[in-house]
């Protein structure tokens, strides 16, 4: 669905809503807003995540990776 079309129901459901969906909605919209998932440092470059892609891949062919059942071990013992 397109945004403007999100936005006309959203306003619609305000409109319509109770205090009980007037809440829920205020608290997601404001909890959204205070979010910060920027990361700490400098991001990569196209260079650099070539380079960890070509040596991700390097390891995977030399079989230097944990399987999921490897994993899942490994995480029993944590």
Sequence with gaps: MATPKIKEE???FIEEGDAKLINMLYAVAKEYTQENYALPGKPMTINQLKTRGRSAKARIEEGRYTSQDGLEKEMKEW
């Design 10 to 12: 959203l306003y619609h």
